[in-house]
């Protein structure tokens, strides 16, 4: 294995030079896009890796499946269901999931920004601050590590740069959609975005949700077998964005990408697998971690499908 994904690392590190780091947010615009790493972490625990995969970067989009999950603990999927939809947008993460006068919950997203807005005030917490405190711990227990923390400057640089996520927070607002204040929620959101790991952090919680709510290894069960269906559905249809099609013709397996150039897929029974290359497409995904993720699913016959 460790052979197989050293050879798909060096065929795919050219294919960066295709994207570009994103830089809507000043400090993200400082990673390097030469960057590639993969990480893959088996059901039963065994690992392997190769390139930049001990890397920290933030993991922005992919905390959406981790905020679903707290959700889902804290209220059900019932109630979760009733304010969040689960329909494919098939836009970008911060377009508008509806015309202005039609905007209601089942035309919000989870793996986009309006439905992950959402979500944050759906974690349950005497305050802010608690409620992730709360995402941060279930973040660390999915992914074996109890250090994981935020990286401050991306935090700060979102923060200041949040207008279009301002804009639609006030937006699920004025739909009676959202109804604690906006910039503590926000506030919640952009941490959440700035929360810092590396590959193998990642394929760990990809290794849970594979697992159906278990651990790889000591089998602890972190969260009920259902909620891996609910996520790792909504992963398969809406995880890449507006490239969520195309993806799951390519590679075949549930999956989400943030801007920061990670990308966490779920192969179920089997593997989770973290990736890192921030060289992103114009819809926000890693480029050379799509092709690695493509070439690992033709040799490995990964596809669900
Ligand atoms: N922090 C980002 C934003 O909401 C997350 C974007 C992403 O990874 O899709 O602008």
Not at 54 to 65: E, W
Not at 89 to 98: E, H, L, S, Y
Not at 218 to 226: D, G, H, K, L, W
Request: with cysteine; charged share 20%.
């Amino acid at each position: 294995m460790e052979e197989l994904l050293e050879r798909l690392l060096e065929e795919c590190r050219p294919f960066a030079s295709q994207g570009q780091v994103a830089n809507y947010i000043p400090e993200l615009a400082k990673g390097d896009p030469q960057a590639l790493g993969v990480y893959v972490t088996g059901s039963e625990g065994k690992h392997s890796w190769a390139g930049d995969c001990r890397r920290l970067f933030t993991i922005q989009s992919i905390v959406k499946p981790i905020l679903l999950l707290q959700a889902l603990l804290d209220n059900g999927p019932e109630f979760v269901l009733n304010r969040v939809g689960v329909e494919a947008t098939g836009k970008p993460f911060d377009a508008i999931n509806a015309g202005d006068q039609s905007l209601d919950s089942g035309n919000i997203n989870p793996m986009v920004n309006m439905g992950a807005i959402v979500m944050c005030s759906l974690i349950h917490g005497r305050s802010y601050e608690e409620r992730f405190q709360r995402l941060l711990d279930l973040t660390r227990r999915l992914a074996g590590d109890g250090e994981i923390g935020i990286d401050g400057a991306v935090y700060r640089s979102e923060k200041s740069h949040g207008s279009k996520n301002r804009a639609l927070a006030y937006l699920l607002k004025s739909h009676g959609l959202l109804e604690d204040g906006v910039e503590e929620v926000l506030d919640c959101y952009f941490r959440a975005c700035s929360i810092q790991m590396d590959c193998r952090a990642l394929a760990h919680i990809g290794a849970v949700l594979a697992n159906r709510g278990r651990l790889p290894v000591s089998n602890e069960r972190i969260f009920p077998a259902p909620m891996s269906r609910y996520v790792n559905a909504i992963l398969m249809t809406c995880g890449m964005y507006d490239g969520s099609g195309e993806f799951a013709l390519r590679v075949g397996v549930p999956a989400k990408s943030g801007v920061g150039g990670g990308i966490m897929a779920v192969v179920p029974t089997r593997m989770g697998i973290g990736i890192f290359g921030p060289a992103l497409d114009g819809k926000g995904n890693s480029v050379a971690g799509i092709k690695l993720l493509e070439r690992l699913s033709g040799e490995l016959f990964l596809s669900i499908f």
